[in-house]
T-cell receptor, first 113, second 117 residues
Framework: AQSVAQPEDQVNVAEGNPLTVKCTYS??????LFWYVQYPNRGLQFLLK??????LVKGSYGFEAEFNKSQTSFHLKKPSALVSDSALYFC???????????FGKGTKLSVKP | EAGVAQSPRYKIIEKRQSVAFWCNPI?????LYWYQQILGQGPKLLIQ????????DSQLPKDRFSAERLKGVDSTLKIQPAKLEDSAVYLC???????????????FGAGSRLTVL
């Protein structure tokens, strides 16, 4: 069975500092990995995905994520956090081209001025 | 491009009452999903349609939940009778269908927040 874990309920960073939101996964077969962001009272918005190729994936709003097969991780990163990045971040995984998209429980990112 | 439309945005009902949610996906998106997001948890898939056929409804509580997508476009999710534990945000999403569809991105609507008292 496939699963995804986001070990941190909340991440706090100061504006201008780098941020990392952690995600680990478990699937059979090649993973398709996604990050979504959810602002209050809004639906989930796509940030980036890894399907194949370069392990470093760049996405929207300056975010990037690194796929690490040996550690089964797909951590979300940004070199310099903004207050406007404060939101709920979800990691999701699908095992191959079929199967459902399974979401983690989410990590609340809080960026303080 | 218009997004995924959902209504109503908010609904408050008493337990044992019924409720229906409507979703209109992005034009041309063959695949439509209904997710349930309980506070503090990630979205959980309830049902997936491909055109007007059901692909996966294994996690849909069929004794009280039903969904349809009659013409392969918009969809309705119904709960009857509602229980307290059904309080959640119901998210509709859509995606393209095609080669490598596993890589296709889901586009979500804003959600319908249900409170069952």
């Amino acid at each position: 069975a496939q699963s995804v874990a986001q070990p941190e309920d909340q991440v706090n960073v100061a504006e201008g500092n780098p941020l990392t939101v952690k995600c680990t996964y478990s699937v059979s077969g090649n993973p398709y990995l996604f990050w979504y962001v959810q602002y209050p009272n809004r639906g989930l918005q796509f940030l980036l995905k890894y399907i194949t190729g370069d392990n470093l994936v760049k996405g929207s709003y300056g975010f990037e994520a690194e796929f690490n097969k040996s550690q089964t991780s797909f951590h979300l990163k940004k070199p310099s956090a903004l207050v406007s990045d404060s939101a709920l971040y979800f990691c999701a995984v699908r095992g191959g081209s079929q199967g459902n998209l399974i979401f983690g429980k989410g990590t609340k990112l809080s960026v303080k001025p | 491009e218009a997004g995924v439309a959902q209504s109503p945005r908010y609904k408050i009902i008493e337990k044992r009452q019924s409720v229906a949610f409507w979703c209109n996906p992005i034009s041309g998106h063959a695949t439509l999903y209904w997710y349930q997001q309980i506070l503090g948890q990630g979205p959980k898939l309830l049902i997936q349609f491909q055109n007007n056929g059901v692909v996966d409804d294994s996690q849909l509580p069929k004794d009280r939940f039903s969904a349809e997508r009659l013409k392969g476009v918009d969809s309705t999710l119904k709960i009857q009778p509602a229980k307290l534990e059904d309080s959640a945000v119901y998210l509709c999403a859509s995606s393209l269908l095609g080669q490598g569809s596993g890589a296709n991105v889901l586009t979500f609507g804003a959600g319908s927040r249900l409170t069952v008292l």
